[in-house]
């Protein structure tokens, strides 16, 4: 890695010196901070914050632009701590003033040239952990690395996996009773994969947990012959924690290949959620949402914690929206299911049954499985993709940007070739496009997951999603406005047209009484890569940080 430091970064750092994280303080709110990946370990993405509001949110005005010198997508989650934001690239980290937005200091990221060719989905990374002075994030390459938050000096970088057999790595790490967790990538090129543990204070290796147990493990029983060799199962997005419990919540991908002719059974733990114990990577228990899935359903994505109301009762809860189309209330102290309800327009199933927390499949899926050509919803997509939602517990809603579209289905022969894709499906033509929006934002009551409101789009929306204590909803669009929504009408109050793509997860924070709102906006995600959608062939790429405050 190479390190960039200013003269004003010099000073900067003198000023705003970061001092060590404890576990304790992590585990605290401090409207000054924004600490954890997902604003918080239940990764909620809301904010107390007022001071902007639905009456004071039409005065909002950039407060400064920082140019991140890439031309990839932009999908990661600053960190904000004493005056200093933290934010990653896939090629490089950067510490910035978060008051003023000048450079403190940049370190790059030297990749192999072979890299880019064993990535899936966009060459990217979502963020990065920060614990006891410490930047600690993944690189493409399969590599850990930690920095020192005053300097961007390179304390220590470990091996994670070999890229050259598909491994990359592309999520923010967790910090979870003071032990770093991180996730994988792979799935799509056969790989078998798994959470690691590691010591934040050299980077030793501690433990791993693999997602896809082999047959002479607790699960193997659930894959045929040697099939959980290639099994996938990938841990791409960052768990959340709950620190009373000592428990984090890890979700699982997909199934390798998307052909399940060749792994009947459940295929266990893919297309799951893990609750482990962040000391051994022991596994606490599990649910399985989608057992056997063949549509790329997988369930990486954010597992929102809350306690909310359950018959009288309030409950600690996790929240997942899945891919597969439902969004799912689980009481995150057993794995018992609550709830289980279609958010989008879904196909493959009819329903969830609650007794035995198995989905009730279609005849599509059937059809699917016997190498019919079908008609699916959601997509191969998902009713959501990776794009964060946001839950605001005071109102009961949850804020989604939903996927509006299906996909014709087709199994095909998938052969396994190390570093090569494992998919089995014709991807020829995937899509199944509406007449209309492709997209809502929508407020989602999770028990029940009908909308109180959606705010349509015609392109779909791939940003994060933030929620404030002031009735404002953030979000993003892939043409580069971003927007601010009523929280309980869905009306929209505000937008600025940035300079590219929005696939970014907003953050807000208050500095010398004032609130900031900031977002990385970049294009170059799945959807542009792969939807064939002309519309977005002027949207100019280019990276970059957009902070915006109120115009006194």
Same mark, same amino acid.
């Given at each position: 890695?190479?390190?960039?430091?200013?003269?004003?970064?010099?000073?900067?750092?003198?000023?705003?010196?970061?001092?060590?994280?404890?576990?304790?303080?992590?585990?605290?709110?401090?409207?000054?901070?924004?600490?954890?990946?997902?604003?918080?370990?239940?990764?909620?993405?809301?904010?107390?914050?007022?001071?902007?509001?639905?009456?004071?949110?039409?005065?909002?005005?950039?407060?400064?632009?920082?140019?991140?010198?890439?031309?990839?997508?932009?999908?990661?989650?600053?960190?904000?701590?004493?005056?200093?934001?933290?934010?990653?690239?896939?090629?490089?980290?950067?510490?910035?003033?978060?008051?003023?937005?000048?450079?403190?200091?940049?370190?790059?990221?030297?990749?192999?040239?072979?890299?880019?060719?064993?990535?899936?989905?966009?060459?990217?990374?979502?963020?990065?952990?920060?614990?006891?002075?410490?930047?600690?994030?993944?690189?493409?390459?399969?590599?850990?690395?930690?920095?020192?938050?005053?300097?961007?000096?390179?304390?220590?970088?470990?091996?994670?996996?070999?890229?050259?057999?598909?491994?990359?790595?592309?999520?923010?790490?967790?910090?979870?009773?003071?032990?770093?967790?991180?996730?994988?990538?792979?799935?799509?090129?056969?790989?078998?994969?798994?959470?690691?543990?590691?010591?934040?204070?050299?980077?030793?290796?501690?433990?791993?947990?693999?997602?896809?147990?082999?047959?002479?493990?607790?699960?193997?029983?659930?894959?045929?012959?040697?099939?959980?060799?290639?099994?996938?199962?990938?841990?791409?997005?960052?768990?959340?924690?709950?620190?009373?419990?000592?428990?984090?919540?890890?979700?699982?991908?997909?199934?390798?290949?998307?052909?399940?002719?060749?792994?009947?059974?459940?295929?266990?733990?893919?297309?799951?959620?893990?609750?482990?114990?962040?000391?051994?990577?022991?596994?606490?228990?599990?649910?399985?949402?989608?057992?056997?899935?063949?549509?790329?359903?997988?369930?990486?994505?954010?597992?929102?914690?809350?306690?909310?109301?359950?018959?009288?009762?309030?409950?600690?809860?996790?929240?997942?929206?899945?891919?597969?189309?439902?969004?799912?209330?689980?009481?995150?102290?057993?794995?018992?299911?609550?709830?289980?309800?279609?958010?989008?327009?879904?196909?493959?199933?009819?329903?969830?049954?609650?007794?035995?927390?198995?989905?009730?499949?279609?005849?599509?899926?059937?059809?699917?499985?016997?190498?019919?050509?079908?008609?699916?919803?959601?997509?191969?997509?998902?009713?959501?993709?990776?794009?964060?939602?946001?839950?605001?517990?005071?109102?009961?809603?949850?804020?989604?940007?939903?996927?509006?579209?299906?996909?014709?289905?087709?199994?095909?022969?998938?052969?396994?070739?190390?570093?090569?894709?494992?998919?089995?499906?014709?991807?020829?033509?995937?899509?199944?496009?509406?007449?209309?929006?492709?997209?809502?934002?929508?407020?989602?009551?999770?028990?029940?997951?009908?909308?109180?409101?959606?705010?349509?789009?015609?392109?779909?929306?791939?940003?994060?999603?933030? =929620?404030? $204590?002031? &009735?404002? !909803?953030? @979000?993003?669009?892939?043409?580069? *406005?971003?927007? /601010?929504?009523?929280?309980?009408? +869905?009306?929209?109050?505000?937008?600025?047209?940035?300079?590219?793509?929005?696939?970014?997860?907003?953050?807000?924070?208050?500095?010398?009484?004032?609130?900031?709102?900031?977002? =990385?906006? $970049?294009? &170059?995600? !799945?959807? @542009?890569?792969?939807?064939?959608? *002309?519309?977005? /062939?002027?949207?100019?790429?280019? +990276?970059?940080?957009?902070?915006?405050?109120?115009?006194?």
């Amino acid at each position: 890695m190479r390190r960039l430091l200013t003269a004003a970064g010099l000073v900067a750092c003198s000023m705003t010196a970061a001092h060590a994280q404890t576990a304790q303080e992590l585990t605290k709110t401090d409207t000054h901070y924004v600490l954890n990946y997902g604003m918080d370990y239940g990764q909620q993405r809301y904010s107390p914050l007022t001071q902007i509001n639905a009456d004071t949110v039409k005065r909002l005005v950039p407060a400064w632009n920082l140019s991140y010198d890439d031309s990839r997508s932009e999908e990661s989650q600053p960190l904000v701590y004493n005056g200093v934001l933290y934010v990653t690239t896939n090629s490089a980290t950067i510490a910035v003033d978060a008051k003023t937005g000048k450079q403190i200091w940049k370190t790059k990221v030297e990749y192999p040239p072979e890299t880019p060719r064993v990535v899936c989905c966009g060459i990217i990374n979502r963020g990065a952990a920060l614990y006891e002075g410490k930047i600690i994030r993944g690189t493409l390459d399969a590599k850990l690395v930690a920095l020192d938050a005053k300097t961007g000096k390179v304390l220590w970088k470990s091996d994670v996996a070999d890229m050259k057999a598909g491994y990359t790595m592309t999520g923010a790490p967790q910090i979870a009773d003071g032990v770093i967790m991180t996730g994988i990538s792979g799935a799509e090129f056969g790989t078998r994969d798994f959470i690691d543990g590691w010591d934040p204070a050299d980077g030793k290796h501690l433990w791993r947990t693999y997602t896809v147990p082999l047959p002479n493990e607790k699960g193997g029983d659930t894959w045929p012959g040697d099939t959980a060799k290639y099994g996938g199962g990938s841990t791409w997005i960052t768990g959340s924690f709950d620190p009373e419990l000592h428990t984090v919540y890890w979700g699982i991908g997909n199934p390798g290949p998307f052909n399940a002719s060749g792994r009947k059974g459940d295929n266990l733990y893919t297309c799951s959620v893990l609750a482990l114990d962040p000391k051994t990577g022991a596994i606490k228990w599990h649910y399985q949402f989608s057992p056997n899935n063949p549509f790329d359903y997988d369930s990486v994505a954010e597992m929102i914690l809350s306690t909310i109301d359950v018959k009288g009762t309030p409950t600690k809860v996790l929240i997942d929206a899945n891919r597969n189309g439902f969004i799912y209330v689980l009481d995150r102290t057993n794995g018992k299911l609550i709830a289980a309800n279609p958010y989008v327009k879904v196909n493959w199933a009819s329903s969830v049954d609650l007794a035995t927390g198995r989905p009730v499949e279609t005849d599509v899926s059937t059809k699917a499985r016997a190498g019919e050509m079908v008609d699916i919803y959601p997509s191969i997509l998902g009713g959501k993709n990776w794009e964060p939602g946001s839950f605001d517990a005071k109102r009961g809603l949850a804020f989604y940007n939903t996927l509006n579209f299906g996909g014709h289905y087709k199994a095909v022969p998938a052969e396994y070739k190390q570093g090569e894709w494992y998919v089995g499906m014709d991807l020829s033509n995937p899509w199944a496009w509406p007449e209309g929006p492709r997209g809502y934002l929508k407020a989602v009551d999770p028990m029940t997951g009908k909308a109180k409101w959606e705010a349509p789009s015609d392109i779909p929306r791939f940003s994060g999603v933030l =929620s404030t $204590g002031g &009735g404002v !909803v953030f @979000s993003g669009q892939l043409t580069g *406005e971003f927007e /601010a929504f009523n929280s309980d009408t +869905g009306e929209k109050l505000w937008s600025f047209k940035t300079g590219s793509g929005i696939e970014g997860q907003p953050i807000t924070w208050e500095q010398d009484g004032e609130q900031y709102v900031a977002v =990385s906006v $970049g294009i &170059g995600g !799945v959807y @542009s890569l792969f939807s064939g959608d *002309e519309r977005l /062939a002027a949207v100019p790429p280019g +990276g970059s940080l957009w902070a915006f405050k109120l115009l006194k």
